[in-house]
């Protein structure tokens, strides 16, 4: 096997992505004294006037890349506190309206886990069944509603599975009814058109890091037409018209500015060559028996790619395959022995959930690399059900169902 | 992944060089193999273990054993440490082997002492089938 490219081979874009060269060139320009490091809120000087246009210039590009007015963007510390911001925002400054709040089982923990803290303060919350496809169908939706329902936090796109939902459909409803939606769509920039002109969210939650740009650094659309009021959640000097306080990030804040901009500029070049990466891989490794997508593959994007390997289990899978970097669906190097929350929600027997493998593809991602990552799938795979008692049994025609386990 | 050297060392052998490491199959119903299964899919991992064994003296002596193991990556290091141990050992012997063997030999993290379990349950397992056809 050809080893002139370097190992371990990472695609686990959708973890995160590196930061683009011409991104961190950037971010230096705002760090030291011969750059621009002031802070953007300084009145007084040439120092924090330059900050601030360094800082409402990469708002500028993030609003442009995502279709909305740049006075709509609050920075944020990431796509946690933007959903954070937004889900405890919306319950806390509108709580008279009502105190029902409707999201998904396969959410990202950074709004599940804010919906169970408004739980404990007395709130309802209605965690949707996907279908098997990992969707959020409307119906579900129209079905949990009530007179109560006061926010709707639906992902734009499943961070394990790469399904997008219907925004369109789901907003258009939102609004009908009068309830505030919520989209997580820390994975959707430079993957998909958004045009918030259009659109009907009236809270959209973004990462730099998935995009090219640094850790650290995410925004929360907050609409303001028709307008949209949250509660602050951090309190300590009114910036970000006192949505969000704190001394801004300059230097991450215009990385990801850089980011985007770049994003918005590239992003048809990007997705016509990982299309390509994704048709190359997939027509490769359906070659191999009992090996099943997840996720609806109609509505997808294909920067990820979720496969179970049936009969071998996920964590052995990663550990053969240590020169690829990648992430499980099982959870089985932690503590919890739990297979993924967001395949048990799925359908999918536990043993299929935890078979799992997550590949994610980006902009610096190759074909060579794909080629001998297929080279060393194909490898692993095969030593791994040679040792599995299971695939024995599958090719013995076993019913594995039918088997009295000895469960332990 | 806190996982010591051992176990990974032991993991990658044994997929490189299955033969070596003694992963394979006996047919279950002859009257010298005994063979053991435990776990569960959903648990996410199984064990099949299966002994050879020849009459010596008033005992018995695992002359072979073979194995196959769907698990994680401490899960197939285990049952393959476990199958070292038992070659050449008689019943009583192997019988004495204890999961604690098994951690200590492959400096287990505490949240993977259940795969040492599982494979002193197949040993277990699989003796207890032997025996029976005898």
Redesign the interface.
């Known amino acids: 096997m050809s080893t002139d490219i370097n190992l371990p081979i990472y695609l686990d874009y959708a973890s995160t992505t590196p930061v683009d060269p011409r991104v961190a060139s950037k971010i230096f320009e705002h760090l030291t004294l011969d750059g621009n490091f002031g802070n953007p809120a300084s009145r007084s000087h040439k120092f924090g006037w330059k900050a601030e246009e360094s800082v409402e210039e990469a708002r500028s590009h993030v609003a442009n890349l995502v279709g909305c007015d740049p006075r709509e963007i609050v920075w944020t510390s990431g796509a946690t506190e933007a959903d954070n911001l937004a889900i405890k925002g919306i319950a806390n400054f509108y709580q008279s309206k009502g105190k029902h709040i409707i999201t998904s089982k396969i959410e990202h923990k950074a709004v599940l886990d804010p919906c169970r803290q408004l739980e404990r303060e007395g709130f309802e919350v209605t965690y949707l069944d996907p279908n098997e496809g990992g969707l959020t169908t409307l119906e579900s939706i129209k079905n949990a509603t009530r007179d109560d329902t006061v926010l709707i936090s639906i992902m734009h796109i499943n961070n394990e599975l790469g399904t997008i939902n219907d925004l369109e459909a789901i907003g258009s409803y939102a609004r009908e009814k009068g309830i505030f939606f919520h989209v997580d769509a820390a994975q959707s920039t430079g993957k998909v058109e958004i045009n918030l002109a259009e659109l009907p969210v009236d809270l959209m939650s973004f990462s730099a890091h998935k995009t090219y740009g640094p850790k650290g650094i995410g925004a929360l659309f907050v609409r303001r037409k028709p307008r949209v009021r949250i509660e602050a959640q951090m309190h300590g000097g009114g910036h970000e018209r006192g949505m969000r306080s704190g001394t801004l990030a300059t230097h991450q804040i215009v990385g990801m500015g850089e980011a985007f901009r770049i994003a918005k500029e590239e992003m048809l070049e990007d997705n016509k060559r990982i299309d390509a990466l994704h048709t190359k891989f997939y027509d490769e490794v359906s070659k191999i028996e009992e090996i099943y997508v997840n996720g609806d593959s109609e509505n997808k994007v294909t920067n990820i790619l979720n496969i179970s390997f049936a ?3 996920g ?2 899978l990663i ?2 395959l240590k020169d690829i970097a990648v992430s499980s669906g ?1 959870a ?2 932690s ?1 919890s ?1 739990e ?1 993924s929350y967001v395949l048990r929600a799925l359908g999918r ?3 299929l959930a ?1 078979s799992s493998i997550r590949f994610s593809f980006g902009r610096f991602t190759t074909e060579e690399e794909v080629e001998y990552t297929l080279t060393l799938i194909h490898h ?1 795979v095969d ?2 059900r ?7 049994m599958y090719l013995d025609g076993i019913d ?1 169902d039918s088997v009295d ?4 | 992944m806190a996982y010591s050297k051992k176990v990974v060392d032991k993991f990658e052998n044994t997929i490189n060089e299955p033969a070596k490491f003694n992963v394979g199959r006996f047919d279950p119903t002859e009257l010298n193999v005994g063979t053991g299964m435990v776990g569960a899919p959903a648990c996410g991992d199984v064990m099949k273990l299966q002994i050879k064994c020849e009459p010596q003296g008033n005992t018995h002596v695992i002359k072979d054993v073979k194995f196959k193991t769907y698990g994680c990556g401490s899960a197939i290091a285990s049952s393959s440490e476990l199958v070292e141990m038992l070659i050449g050992k008689t019943l009583e012997e192997a019988k004495g082997i204890k999961n604690i063997d098994i951690v200590e030999a492959l400096e287990l993290p505490p949240i993977k002492i259940h795969c040492s379990v599982l494979a002193e349950d197949s040993i277990k397992q699989a003796i207890d089938d032997y025996e029976q056809k005898q």
Not at chain 1, 386 to 392: A, H, K, V
Not at chain 1, 405 to 408: A, D, E, K, L, P
Request: charged share 25%; hydrophobic share 40%.
């Open positions: 009969y071998v289990e964590e052995s550990m053969a099982s089985c190097t503590a022995l297979p027997k536990d043993e935890s692993a030593r791994l040679e040792l599995s008692p299971l695939w024995e594995l386990w000895q469960t332990h």
